[in-house]
């Protein structure tokens, strides 16, 4: 009898111990989601796969660009899932993204896919800029709506906009980059000399120019557009502009390392209850089967610049330093 118990409580012992070594399979996956719904992609996926853990690491597009290429020879992460397409194009061209074939693919739309052979990237989401616009701070100082992109050299905007800066962030760097696509070199880069004119200061995170516009703290936020409509719907005096030419991208997956855990992240954030997810807060997302609204969101369609996201990754040192030599003064301290 009480070796019986004994063998009972030994089988039962070992089968915790099991359970408990799934459990603590954790795969490190680096990303530029917002903050704000990382716990819910989390929670999403490890309800459905209780066996892994993920663990986040956060930042801008640019930091974690730069990251993940600094790391190049020794990388810490294992999934890089919801960066910038532009960015994986890069990364995928240094080595550190790994072809990759994920289970469901074929429903995917293509066009937010790596479009080059031995895909290592895929589209989750596709997110598109704006200008925000505090309508309550603009009658207080008397400041006409602006209906294009010139219009923001016009001097009476002076001091009263924010923008990203593209060296940390994936949504200035996209609009910087729909510049130089569709006005041209030369063009592109006396527009942003006129428009720095007008800068009240360059932020380090893309959503911010818009929060900061929908406190009052600037009139005009060069941002999200889908932080604009979120802000709306909590109450924010904003509107929310997309004159034509507007920088966009898709928001992507891949992966670094070859692990079973890993690639199972890589399988479900493509799958239909990931896309699920995305459309609450993107209304343009990649699965062919999920479609949607996000209350307040602007037309984008006929606003969209024309983007060669293979180009954004290629000339995205040199266009960097660049802005950088020419703009980074007016840039915020980095926290």
């Known amino acids: 009898m009480k070796n019986r118990l004994m063998k009972g409580t030994l089988a039962t012992l070992v089968s915790l111990l099991a359970t408990n070594a799934l459990a603590a399979t954790e795969v490190t996956v680096y990303t530029a989601f917002e903050t704000d719904i990382l716990a819910k992609y989390k929670n999403a996926f490890e309800k459905e796969n209780p066996d892994i853990k993920i663990k986040w690491v956060r930042d801008s597009t640019g930091i974690m660009t730069a990251k993940l290429l600094a790391e190049k020879n020794n990388p810490h992460a294992e999934v890089v899932w919801g960066l910038a397409g532009s960015s994986m194009a890069l990364l995928k061209e240094e080595g550190i993204l790994k072809p990759y074939t994920p289970t469901g693919l074929e429903d995917l739309n293509e066009s937010l896919n790596d479009p080059q052979a031995n895909q290592a990237w895929f589209g989750n989401d596709a997110f598109f800029n704006a200008i925000c616009f505090n309508e309550a701070v603009a009658k207080q100082l008397n400041l006409p709506k602006p209906q294009s992109w010139e219009d923001l050299t016009k001097p009476v905007y002076q001091g009263h906009i924010a923008m990203p800066n593209p060296a940390s962030s994936g949504t200035g760097y996209m609009?910087?980059?729909?510049?130089?696509?569709?006005?041209?070199?030369?063009?592109?880069?006396?527009?942003?000399?006129?428009?720095?004119?007008?800068?009240?200061?360059?932020?380090?995170?893309?959503?911010?120019?818009?929060?900061?516009?929908?406190?009052?703290?600037?009139?005009?936020?060069?941002?999200?557009?889908?932080?604009?409509?979120?802000?709306?719907?909590?109450?924010?005096?904003?509107?929310?502009?997309?004159?034509?030419?507007?920088?966009?991208?898709?928001?992507?997956?891949?992966?670094?390392?070859?692990?079973?855990?890993?690639?199972?992240?890589?399988?479900?954030?493509?799958?239909?209850?990931?896309?699920?997810?995305?459309?609450?807060?993107?209304?343009?997302?990649?699965?062919?089967?999920?479609?949607?609204?996000?209350?307040?969101?602007?037309?984008?369609?006929?606003?969209?610049?024309?983007?060669?996201?293979?180009?954004?990754?290629?000339?995205?040192?040199?266009?960097?330093?660049?802005?950088?030599?020419?703009?980074?003064?007016?840039?915020?301290?980095?926290?």
């Open 175 to 335: 609009q910087v980059s729909a510049w130089l696509q569709n006005m041209g070199e030369d063009q592109a880069w006396n527009y942003m000399k006129k428009l720095d004119n007008n800068i009240a200061h360059y932020t380090h995170s893309g959503s911010k120019p818009c929060v900061q516009a929908g406190m009052g703290e600037v009139a005009i936020g060069i941002s999200m557009a889908v932080r604009g409509a979120k802000l709306i719907n909590q109450g924010a005096p904003l509107a929310v502009i997309t004159p034509k030419g507007i920088g966009w991208e898709s928001e992507a997956v891949g992966l670094v390392k070859e692990s079973d855990a890993a690639k199972r992240v890589v399988d479900w954030s493509i799958s239909k209850a990931a896309n699920e997810l995305y459309v609450e807060s993107y209304p343009v997302v990649a699965h062919k089967a999920v479609t949607g609204n996000v209350s307040n969101y602007p037309e984008v369609e006929g606003a969209m610049a024309d983007m060669d996201f293979g180009k954004m990754g290629a000339d995205r040192a040199e266009v960097l330093k660049t802005w950088s030599q020419k703009f980074d003064g007016k840039s915020e301290p980095r926290s």
